[in-house]
């Protein structure tokens, strides 16, 4: 649930947590190492096992199919058994297979075992989010920085770690990512609390039937193409580089600290600057360039290992502006649009390294990534077909669902509101009725607002709170302001993206009604969640058309550049 914020206190660290949510942050860590993890050992692997690179090539495609497969019933096995079951269910397979891939003796074995391993994946990373959040007590904010932070260790680090124990044994990766992920099991099974079920269990059918909407389909089969290029790169690099195994871990390594940074802190940046489309054009083109570099200077390590590393901004970017535009444009469910786009882009990234291979072997090592450079442009082809409805979904996320009774026209004598945005915290009461008293001055109806926010994490999206139980909060809000005699307005809106995001649909809201200020409470995140995630506050009060007023202590202030600055030498 979230929105500005009001709160008593110091603001809330997001590393103070229980046990529930290191024990799930560590296995995050190792999950997001499964797939850079190989990358340093393929040539040693191909090597050992007397296998071509296209054989190789299996390990990728039997993971990311089978984790395509298994997105499709994810959702409905998770609100049957619960997500605690789910999460166990998932990391205890990816032990298993993991340790069995370790002792096999050929590339069969391995592709076999990674195809069980996918479907370990797949359980734990359509889960893993919602837990995190759901166990956590520094905030949602402080949650999703958690989970921010063990995606980027997991994506850096795998590549870094597999090159260290391949150095030992192309085994050494597969035993390692066994052993590590046992200790979160045991840590998962024994810390995290069971948590409820939903209400209406997840269809087994709804992520296949969800693609009969355009949006969500023309937004999976750019993701799709996007895939197609990515893992042809994944795949294939590593062996014009020429490198040892440590040193190509070195290379992923830089490579995925790009692809962690970007997606967190530059990706929201340049789609509140350029929109999530047009940056998604140019994000697809500079791929295509790279990847037509690497088919270029194939023969040439250095300008293999420079595109790579570059590469990981662009990958970074696009993961989370990919999911952003799913979520704006999909009208069912998250869980249930998050599995159709997972199912629909996972097939690509499993197809392509397959299909890599044999275009290596019948042609050379240039011709995969000169297609993988088409995919990309062709997804900006597919992409531009559902422009209009990206951008409409964009401009138009901040409609309002009206709650309680409507404002008048704006235009009408007096109908500019004072515009009070509320959520989940102690001294909301508080803020509404500094908001009321402010309201009663200026003469203006008073509109009570909350944002609903769709926070996305690279390719991950959550709701940190039930709509309905928001609604109702909101209600409970004007039935109390009914009880003192005054008449007031509620309206819920949505956003997907940071809290940034939040704040610029706030802000969008404000200009649409015409609003004669905007009030709202203290944020109580801390420095750390408001860099990360985004300031709301300073968002807002870079875009809204009117003043925008800080209560503190029930006292109302106006919030400029300079009491920004003041806020934020607070913490």
């Known amino acids: 649930m979230t929105a500005p914020h009001g709160t008593h206190g110091a603001p809330a660290s997001p590393f103070q947590q229980p046990r529930a949510v290191w024990a799930v942050a560590f296995a995050c860590v190792i999950s997001f190492m499964g797939i850079g993890l190989v990358d340093p050992i393929l040539p040693a692997l191909a090597k050992s096992l007397k296998a071509s690179p296209s054989q190789v090539s299996l390990l990728f495609t039997s993971y990311l199919v089978v984790t395509a497969v298994a997105m499709l019933v994810v959702g409905a096995i998770s609100s049957r058994i619960g997500a605690k079951r789910t999460l166990v269910i998932g990391l205890a397979i990816i032990v298993v297979f993991a340790a069995l891939a370790g002792t096999s003796g050929t590339v069969g074995g391995i592709v076999g075992y990674r195809a069980g391993w996918g479907l370990g994946n797949a359980m734990f990373i359509a889960t893993s989010l919602a837990v995190i959040v759901a166990s956590a007590s520094g905030g949602f904010g402080g949650a999703i920085i958690l989970y921010e932070t063990s995606l980027g260790l997991g994506i850096a680090v795998g590549p870094l770690l597999g090159g260290v124990l391949g150095t030992l044994s192309w085994r050494g990766p597969f035993f390692g990512v066994a052993a590590l992920m046992a200790v979160a099991l045991i840590a998962t099974a024994l810390f995290v609390p069971a948590l409820p079920k939903p209400a209406t269990p997840t269809s087994v059918a709804a992520p296949l039937l969800a693609l009969r909407h355009r949006g969500l389909l023309t937004m999976g089969l750019t993701a799709l193409l996007y895939n197609w290029g990515f893992f042809t790169m994944l795949g294939y690099a590593p062996y014009p580089m020429k490198l040892s195994a440590i040193r190509l871990g070195f290379v992923f390594f830089g490579w995925g600290l790009l692809v962690a940074i970007f997606s967190v802190f530059v990706a929201p940046r340049l789609q509140a600057r350029f929109g999530t489309a047009p940056t998604l054009y140019a994000n697809l083109a500079a791929l295509a360039v790279v990847l037509a570099v690497i088919a270029a200077g194939v023969s040439t390590p250095a300008v293999v290992i420079v595109a790579v590393i570059v590469s990981g901004a662009f990958i970074g970017i696009n993961n989370t502006l990919t999911t952003q535009a799913v979520m704006l444009v999909s009208p069912v469910e998250r869980s249930v649009a998050s599995s159709s786009y997972g199912f629909v882009r996972f097939i690509g990234g499993g197809l392509a390294p397959y299909a890599a291979g044999k275009l290596a072997d019948a042609h050379g090592l240039s011709l995969p990534f000169y297609v993988g450079a088409g995919a990309f442009a062709i997804a900006i082809l597919v992409l531009s077909t559902g422009h209009k409805l990206l951008a409409a979904a964009e401009s138009g996320e901040a409609a309002a669902e009206p709650v309680g009774p409507r404002l008048e026209p704006v235009g009408t004598p007096g109908s500019r509101p004072v515009v009070v945005a509320v959520a989940n915290t102690p001294d909301a009461a508080e803020v509404v009725a500094a908001a009321a008293r402010i309201a009663a001055q200026q003469g203006s109806p008073l509109e009570v607002v909350h944002v609903h926010e769709t926070a996305v994490v690279e390719e991950l999206a959550v709701e940190p709170a039930d709509a309905d139980a928001t609604r109702a909060a909101l209600a409970t809000h004007l039935a109390r302001l009914t009880a003192t005699g005054v008449t007031a307005s509620g309206a819920l809106l949505h956003s997907v993206g940071d809290h940034a995001a939040a704040g610029r649909v706030l802000a969008r809201h404000a200009r649409e009604v015409g609003a004669r200020?905007?009030?709202?409470?203290?944020?109580?995140?801390?420095?750390?969640?408001?860099?990360?995630?985004?300031?709301?506050?300073?968002?807002?009060?870079?875009?809204?058309?009117?003043?925008?007023?800080?209560?503190?202590?029930?006292?109302?202030?106006e919030l400029t550049d300079a009491t920004l600055r003041e806020l934020a030498s607070l913490g």
């Open 517 to 557: 200020a905007v009030v709202l409470g203290a944020s109580p995140h801390g420095a750390a969640v408001q860099f990360t995630e985004g300031s709301l506050t300073t968002a807002l009060t870079h875009d809204a058309p009117c003043p925008v007023l800080l209560v503190r202590d029930g006292q109302p202030r």
